[in-house]
């Protein structure tokens, strides 16, 4: 067995990495540790998770937390690279902050300022040379849910020059991935009933990450504008991503089905069948679809995920499993909950 | 006082016609008429406008409806070119339907099939132009909620040539849009927690009325990549609009304030505040913003609006009020209903 | 021309309060205040009301607050008391506050905590003698929420001797009631998609002012078991009100009837229709209907209203009418905002 | 392997043992089945299936639903007993609809009407003597969604003679409870942001339902009154249900404890800590907590249940576990889906 930490147990992300580490066959789930929250029953913040409900959380250190084989850091940014600096080069450590997400210091400095903590493994296994990167690491770095679901929309379509490097993406996302953050704009009466676009004009932090991943995988520089939009739901974000084609755009089926094909938790739906967050609730899962607008002449790509699923706490027990050497799909789930 | 009447009086644009006009100081409400639900009480189906719940509701015809000073149709395309044909020329017709919105007879075969009704002044008056094509009109075509939106979203931008015209909009919008259809994924249990686009690609009909607004104002064709996302809310639509700038959009800003000062029913808001649905609630107003963004070279408007409101019953009072020669805010809320 | 001045301008019944009150045509809105938000523009926090977007928000001292005719407290109990007795005996003030709405001091007491501040006509017009008490008074306790529904679904059964004192009453309602505090369990995130009850045997505070109301009709202690329970909705209470019946109940449709029926914001329900929130939204209506349920021998009454309108502000703008002499309908919507 | 077949695979219920069989390591799935969807492929009725998606769904005839070791029927009353008259004796037949739960023809006749089919070993194992009854038996009744939570929250108090024989239970629950039946109430833009009750005064089916489990419980009549309301949520009812206290109540904790501390899918939640139904959602459990009104002198059980899941779906599952002599807990998640 392996024995996992889980350093911020008691947020939405937290949360969901225990969820789904209760399903997983091959782990033992040891310390669990929070900031402000430390000393008190998991229960209170989980009611989800009875079977770990008189867990008592214990303070976030590299103390506590040494000693397991996986730490999952479910931690604000910065607090995590200061963590990890502290964990043994042994011990798997996979980030599920921003802390080592970008490989670009100046863009580090700029987006989240401070020194920058370095780059890690990034942990996309869906990209282009992305599942090698992450076999036998020690050190990942989860991906934003934003980036995880435009990059896996436009990367085929990039790589294959397909489109031009001028995307466009609009993502409406559901309350949860902002955290357990008291703000005002987050309370119930505020966000139900209401759409909002926040981060407009390429002001929010997962940009720079949605670029240096499509940068890479085109071999040239794409320029992003993304807007996320926050909607009444708590989970889920649906990502409508264009660019523009650079020919009739005819083979983008094909092109999509080659790349996904053999994907575990990427479905590209049948013809005429849409993307819904709600049939990936809970899973591991991207579902995604593709148009060819031909008035527009650009490409259009749908895709839903759960943004503390796939797009957080199940892509990084996804790489866990890489980086072990377990079967990639161990203890994933691919079937949402729905209604 | 002005006689009026609302045929499709048990549907949702139909009630928020008959919310709107209870308010309006300068009518009185006459015939009630609707399809299948003819002969039974408005209150059944409008439980939240007691004022009328013992009107019976008639038949949808030339007959009952003819007599009145206003006629507001609210019926699906194609019965009410066919209703409206029968009523004298006398008549303030307001068509809440498609069926005379596009110029173009090929582009209404494409789209919407069949035979074309024609074409009416448009009912968009915050449009170059459209303020005038009001004034004493008989017949008015509603626009659609969405090229409301958008339309006004991107028309200052683009008749100060300050973006090419390839313009892409994702509109995350309630389910009323949908209407009373009873189909499955319009249910509550299918829409709440979910996200889900449509029409991808081109394919809704709201795209070619987009498309020939934003031409119109531009002098040129402008391409229109649209899509529209269902969000589990009742009302509202946040639409998310860019467009590639010509130069470095320094005076965005400006171009806005001055199309919009002028405008009772548009709000750019303070720089740093993003539009929220809620706050149009029920009102019939747009709130939008502008933003700039340098490294993807795009301007950026959001905009609100409520759908039913500003979107369509809103929208077709303050034509009414054009076309009569009252003035224009008579009896339209600019106040929202929030939280 | 009345002037009035809203204390706690930035909260949800401000907000109410203001969007009410510029419906109404014999007021004129002076000064607003805030507590720790003071300085800053009402516009960051009612973006739905843009006619006061701009009015900047001062401290809620008596100093700001005298000199208007009518002075709305919407401030946490304790606080509005503490202002209110600094305020001329001239000045109309309508407390919606929890401070002046119980009679008993050790009620107060074991409730509330500290010092009683004293009783006040309530204002609850439509209960028996109701209306006469609030005629010329300077000083109006608005009613809690839950006892506003409440009490108007079970006083005319009471009254009549229709159903025995011992009432159970569930009432679900939307998170806005709870205001706009920064608690966990009021994002959005954890109400969306979740029930959960609180104040469950009978630790709501609302449990001795519905008790207080309906034995004041009954003329005998009447005891009430009260569950609130929290619902993903921003505003609507609907309260499932039963009580034993003493004989057959067959007088129980009559007994609403007259109670009501010249009540222009009680609407009983034509048989067969059943009250929804939604129909209530924004108005200042109770929708309720009456049932008689022969195999449990109890009546059961469920009633709708907006938390936020008559269950607040509106109430309280319908006892200024009546303290004022101004007809009590003045300004108070009885439509509906739906879908 | 256990070799099972679902009839009505493409609504709520089947879609739910589906998701749940998924996660059974003993069974294997056969033949699905449904009415007027027969032909179509199971992924456009159940996206979040992926693994079933190409599955083609027959039709529901006892040819094809025989030679299952299992059958799930989750079909319209009447369709399910018409169906299980012609499957053999050795299959264990699981009828999630009503035909087999009420004991008593005349309670059949009056609350559903036609011929009583019968009636089966009820499936609610946590009763008294209910998991005896499902042991070895080739029929089982699937409780539906109120009685199971409402008669698990009771039992307790009126078994140890803690409460009197009159119970008033409130239950809210989320939409999916209807079915996909295409009726406006359910229509999205109609429930969300509204509370509506139906079936008020003992005038839904469950109540005789709930009447018959408690009188078993207690020996002698117990009444019920029952009213269950409508909330804009998918999934989830939390009950309100109480009853008049005999004694000073002082050991309901205890009774509960004592009750449920063995049952592997009831949780009382510590003290303090009160029942959300998301803290169910997907899982088998019923959460609960309990309180005495001094006041009222009453007793108060709060219960929360996921309506598919435990309330339908879940249940059954749990039965066939203990009528193939599975360990009970086989497959079944006690952790929800939150947030």
């Known amino acids: 067995m392996v024995r996992i930490a889980v350093a911020g147990a008691s947020g939405y992300a937290g949360g969901e990495l225990l969820r789904l580490l209760l399903q997983h066959p091959e782990v033992e789930i040891g310390a669990l540790t929070a900031g402000g929250?430390?000393?008190?029953?998991?229960?209170?913040f989980q009611p989800h998770l009875p079977l770990l409900a008189d867990r008592v959380l214990e303070e976030s250190t590299a103390e506590v937390l040494g000693?397991?084989?996986?730490?999952?850091?479910?931690?604000?940014?910065?607090r995590s690279a200061e963590i990890a600096a502290q964990l043994g080069g042994s011990t798997l450590v996979i980030d599920c902050g921003a802390d080592h997400r970008l490989r670009d210091a100046d863009a580090w400095d700029r987006w989240y300022g401070g020194e920058h903590a370095g780059h890690w493994p990034y942990g996309l296994p869906e990209l282009p040379g992305g599942r090698e990167a992450l076999r036998s690491t020690t050190r990942v770095a989860v991906p934003g849910c934003f980036p995880t679901v435009s990059?896996?929309?436009?990367?085929?379509?990039?790589?294959?020059g397909l489109v031009g490097p001028e995307v466009v993406i609009t993502a409406v996302t559901g309350?949860?991935?902002?955290?357990?953050?008291?703000?005002p704009h987050l309370l119930g009466a505020e966000v139900m009933g209401s759409l909002s676009a926040y981060g407009v004009g390429g002001a929010h932090r997962h940009t720079p990450e949605i670029a240096q991943n499509l940068s890479g995988v085109s071999g040239r520089p794409v320029s992003v504008s993304f807007t996320p939009v926050l909607a009444p739901l708590p989970r889920g974000i649906l990502a409508t991503c264009t660019a523009p084609l650079t020919g009739a755009g005819a083979e983008a089926r094909e092109v999509y089905d080659k790349a996904y094909a053999a994907e575990p938790f990427v479905h590209l739906l049948p013809e005429g069948q849409w993307p819904t967050t709600k049939a990936t609730l809970g899973s591991n899962t991207v579902h995604?679809?593709?148009?060819?607008?031909?008035?527009?002449?650009r490409l259009v790509v749908v895709a839903a995920i759960d943004n503390l699923a796939k797009g957080t706490a199940g892509g990084a027990i996804q790489c866990?499993?890489?980086?072990?050497?377990?079967?990639?799909?161990?203890g994933l789930p691919t079937t949402g909950v729905a209604p």
Request: hydrophobic fraction near 50%.
């Open 151 to 160: 990059s896996l929309a436009l990367a085929p379509a990039l790589a294959a």
């Open 37 to 44: 929250n430390a000393g008190r029953r998991l229960g209170e």
């Open 320 to 330: 866990m499993n890489i980086a072990l050497g377990l079967p990639e799909t161990t």
């Open 67 to 78: 000693g397991h084989d996986v730490v999952f850091l479910a931690l604000p940014h910065g």
């Open 288 to 297: 995604l679809q593709v148009a060819v607008d031909v008035d527009a002449a």
């Open 175 to 183: 309350t949860s991935g902002a955290g357990k953050s008291l703000k």
